[in-house]
């Protein structure tokens, strides 16, 4: 993680990290204000509440409450040597806590990451940089090896060769990469999350059988997602580049809506057309890309090559960012590499889909297969170890596609775990399955996995799917658990050449009546491919782009960032139009209007139902505010300053409600309640003197709202190095 500190006045210092801010000062005996810890007090302090961390999760876990247990640490100091010290950790137990209990918990303080780092030594390299935002691989701390040369399946490169091209890409477009956690907790079963450090909404996670061919995976995942623009999905990319020579590539094409709102000729094709508006009902203003909001230049279409005849096909970037996610995208050594990951992909995700919705039973493997591939048996075994005991199935459907599956069970909680991998050889699907099961997860984490269920619908219902896409948590039935399969265990093989195994995925999609549709990115120095199966790959359900549109957003996003501003008739006009549209009241602003919010600020935590309140406030219509003053106490989770502001304000609603009633002669107690400044907010916002309290005023330049600006510095420079190889001045 970086941390970017800031010199304040006197000896005061400033920390800055993820969306939060530390300030340090000194003693005042030490010439400091005394206004803020020093530095080593939050160390101090740092390992005592990661020990409480910890013991807190061993409570949870067993249902123990923590109101009767107490730590604390104290720092004896060697006298002769004062960087010589003692942390004692005393923990204060109940005393009718079981013995298995008060060991258990001891246990648990160990764990503490704080003592683990310093007892490990970490070393410190103190350097001079000519741009600290440009130092972009110095926390990686996987280098590549000359000495060495690890050849995997799958990989046209060696590892290291990999790892030193992808760094060296990410370098050049000046993207500082941190990885902010590491996992190995079974054999052969490494995953790590990297990120920008810049702006932390850009990460990924990597996975494999090695360090190094998880960080492998990371690298690559990152390079896929700046490619094919997906860290910067439903973002609003800001005035600056809607207005720009291109948004999204210099190849891009632009499309207006024809007559009543049509979609104009030349965007997608007639097997598209017929896929995406099966009844009619699909209008241009449906395809207006979100980013740019430039609903005057028309619809922003990216080219992608039909393989069936190689012809080129116009796709409105709304449409691939609307119902495809991140599905079908990879970077690679080479096009045919990265073509094998995207198809796989693919096959893993519509096979996946399938097999949950109707349901089917798979074949188990055999134990005589699995022990041909020792090292994925190892890490079998020790989940198993563990007490999570592992269904290994052939997901191939009798050969047909690539594709295995690693469902783990956990007695404990009776969730279940249903991951998926796949490639064009066994082995490496197989590998796949289990290194994304236990990708970024603990042991603790398996615990939030849901249970089987025999309800169908719950099984089929297409939110189901999206769960299973973004982190394989959705629900499977019990069904899948059947000794009777449905087909039988075949031992496939699809491997070859990676341009083999390319054209026979291909060749399985063709033989499906499907149409594949393909772009490849290589300006950025690694092939990347993004490849669309209408009708097959997408993730969200097509008729999202009439009822769901993420460009929603335009009708919407300059009056919210500019609310300070708007007058009564605006306003009123703002909250008729959420009223008409029927989005979801626990909608975030966040997702609404693509801007990415702090989420400790209120801005951060707002729902539609929170604005539509406070513009009944702003507009003194004091019923409407009262009636969804209840709703969010009653359903909002938020956090508990704003949950005593909405107390004290229904309190002082039904005062004002009430002709029976004075606020004078509640206000004394009111104060003492609440606290006087929340009462003069509360009051203030009543009465129409405060206006959105909480939210601090911005506009479409997107003034203070620092977290949105960090993400488009790192789209500006991706979007810079498309100018600048693409010859278009930027």
């Given at each position: 993680m970086?941390i970017s ?5 006197n000896l ?6 993820n969306?939060f801010t ?6 005042i005996?030490?010439?400091?204000d005394g206004?803020a ?7 101090l302090?740092?390992s005592a509440?990661c ?6 999760l ?11 247990i ?11 040597n004062?960087?010589?010290q003692?942390?004692r950790?005393?923990?204060e137990?109940?005393d009718d ?5 008060r060991k ?8 503490c ?14 350097e ?7 130092d972009?691989q110095?926390?990686l ?5 000359d ?6 399946e ?5 590892l ?5 091209n992808?760094?060296g890409?990410?370098e ?5 990469i ?8 079974v ?6 999350h ?8 850009c990460?990924t996670?990597g996975k494999?059988a ?6 492998c995976?990371?690298?690559?995942e990152f390079i896929e997602r700046?490619?094919c623009?997906f860290f910067?999905?439903d973002q609003?990319?800001g005035?600056?580049i ?6 999204h590539?210099p190849?891009?094409e632009?499309?207006k ?6 979609v ?6 007639a097997?598209c ?5 099966p ?7 449906n395809?207006?890309?979100?980013n740019?909001?430039r609903?005057?230049r028309g ?9 069936s005849?190689?012809?080129?096909v ?8 609307n ?8 970077a690679g050594n ?10 796989s ?6 096979v996946?889909k399938?097999?949950?919705e109707?349901?089917i ?6 134990r005589?297969v699995?022990e041909k ?11 198993e170890?563990?007490?999570f005991?592992?269904v290994i ?11 295995m ?7 404990k909680?009776?969730?279940?775990f249903a ?7 066994f082995e490496?699907?197989?590998?796949r399955s289990?290194?994304e ?5 603990s042991?603790e984490?398996?615990n939030?996995?849901?249970a089987?269920?025999?309800n169908?619908l719950?099984v089929?219902?297409p939110?189901?799917?999206v ?19 449905d087909?039988e265990?075949?031992?496939?093989d699809?491997?070859g050449?990676?341009?083999e195994e ?9 033989e499906?009546?499907?149409e ?13 491919c993004?490849?669309l199966v209408?009708?097959?790959?997408e ?11 993420t460009?929603?957003a335009?009708d919407?996003?300059?009056?919210i960032?500019?609310?300070h501003?708007?007058?009564?008739d ?9 009223e ?6 626990y909608?975030?602003i966040?997702?609404l209007?693509g ?17 539509k309140?406070?513009i009944?406030?702003?507009?003194q219509?004091?019923e409407?505010a009262?009636?969804?003053v ?5 359903f909002?989770d ?7 502001f ?6 002082v609603?039904?005062i004002?409600?009430d ?7 509640y206000?004394?107690?009111l104060n003492?309640?609440f ?16 206006r959105?309290?909480?939210l601090?005023?911005t506009?479409?330049q997107l003034?203070g709202?620092e977290?949105?600006q ?6 500006k420079?991706?979007?810079?190095a498309?100018a600048?190889?693409?010859?278009i001045?930027?």
């Amino acid at each position: 993680m970086e941390i970017s500190v800031n010199f304040l006045d006197n000896l005061r210092l400033e920390a800055k990290f993820n969306d939060f801010t530390v300030v340090t000062d000194q003693p005042i005996r030490y010439k400091g204000d005394g206004s803020a810890p020093g530095p080593f007090d939050y160390f101090l302090a740092s390992s005592a509440l990661c020990a409480a961390h910890f013991v807190r999760l061993y409570c949870n876990a067993r249902n123990i409450p923590t109101e009767n247990i107490r730590l604390s640490q104290d720092n004896i100091v060697d006298p002769e040597n004062r960087y010589n010290q003692i942390f004692r950790i005393q923990v204060e137990l109940p005393d009718d806590l079981s013995e298995k209990d008060r060991k258990g918990i001891l246990r648990s303080a160990e764990r503490c990451t704080v003592k683990k780092v310093v007892q490990t030594q970490p070393q410190f390299e103190i350097e001079a940089v000519s741009n600290l935002s440009e130092d972009a691989q110095a926390l990686l701390m996987v280098e590549p090896d000359d000495d060495h040369r690890t050849f995997i399946e799958g990989k046209d490169l060696p590892l290291e060769q990999t790892i030193a091209n992808m760094t060296g890409i990410l370098e050049d477009l000046g993207m500082k990469i941190e990885v902010s956690s590491w996992r190995n907790i079974v054999p052969h079963v490494w995953s790590l999350h990297i990120r920008d450090a810049y702006s932390q909404m850009c990460f990924t996670n990597g996975k494999g059988a090695t360090k190094e061919a998880a960080l492998c995976s990371a690298l690559g995942e990152f390079i896929e997602r700046l490619n094919c623009n997906f860290f910067y999905n439903d973002q609003f990319f800001g005035e600056e580049i809607a207005n720009s020579a291109f948004v999204h590539y210099p190849n891009e094409e632009w499309f207006k809506p024809g007559p009543d709102d049509a979609v104009p000729e030349g965007l997608l094709d007639a097997h598209c057309m017929a896929i995406y508006d099966p009844d009619g009902e699909l209008g241009g203003s449906n395809l207006i890309d979100t980013n740019s909001g430039r609903a005057d230049r028309g619809i922003c279409a990216l080219p992608y090559v039909r393989q069936s005849d190689g012809e080129t096909v116009f796709f409105p970037s709304n449409l691939i960012e609307n119902l495809f996610l991140s599905n079908g995208m990879s970077a690679g050594n080479t096009v045919p590499e990265a073509t094998v990951q995207c198809l796989s992909e693919i096959f893993e995700r519509a096979v996946k889909k399938q097999i949950i919705e109707e349901e089917i039973v798979l074949p188990d493997v055999p134990r005589s297969v699995l022990e041909k591939y020792p090292h994925i048996v190892e890490g079998i075994d020790a989940l198993e170890a563990q007490g999570f005991p592992l269904v290994i199935k052939d997901a191939s459907l009798g050969g047909q596609y690539p594709v295995m599956c690693v469902t783990l069970m956990n007695p404990k909680t009776g969730g279940v775990f249903a991951s998926f991998g796949a490639h064009p050889s066994f082995e490496v699907a197989l590998e796949r399955s289990l290194t994304e099961l236990m990708q970024g997860r603990s042991f603790e984490g398996l615990n939030d996995v849901p249970a089987p269920t025999f309800n169908s619908l719950a099984v089929s219902e297409p939110n189901n799917f999206v769960e299973h896409f973004i982190d394989s948590t959705g629900v499977v039935s019990w069904r899948f658990f059947s000794a009777k399969h449905d087909v039988e265990f075949c031992e496939w093989d699809f491997s070859g050449t990676t341009e083999e195994e390319a054209e026979r995925l291909f060749g399985i999609l063709a033989e499906m009546g499907k149409e594949v549709y393909v772009a490849v990115y290589e300006e950025l120095g690694a092939p990347v491919c993004r490849i669309l199966v209408p009708g097959y790959s997408e993730i969200y359900p097509v008729e999202d782009l009439v009822w769901d549109n993420t460009n929603m957003a335009l009708d919407y996003r300059e009056d919210i960032l500019n609310i300070h501003s708007l007058n009564d008739d605006q306003l009123s006009d703002l909250l008729e139009r959420l009223e008409e549209s029927q989005i979801d009241d626990y909608t975030n602003i966040i997702t609404l209007i693509g801007i990415e919010f702090d989420e400790n600020t209120v801005w951060g935590q707002l729902t539609v139902l929170e604005l539509k309140l406070l513009i009944a406030l702003a507009l003194q219509r004091h019923e409407d505010a009262l009636d969804r003053v209840g709703q969010f106490l009653q359903f909002n989770d938020n956090t508990v300053e704003r949950e005593l502001f909405y107390q004290a304000m229904n309190a002082v609603l039904e005062i004002t409600i009430d002709d029976e009633l004075e606020l004078d002669d509640y206000r004394y107690n009111l104060n003492r309640m609440f606290g006087e400044q929340t009462m003069e907010d509360v009051v203030g916002s009543v009465e129409g003197r405060v206006r959105f309290h909480g939210l601090t005023p911005t506009n479409m330049q997107l003034e203070g709202l620092e977290k949105h600006q960090r993400l488009l510095e790192s789209y500006k420079k991706l979007h810079a190095a498309r100018a600048a190889k693409a010859g278009i001045p930027s």
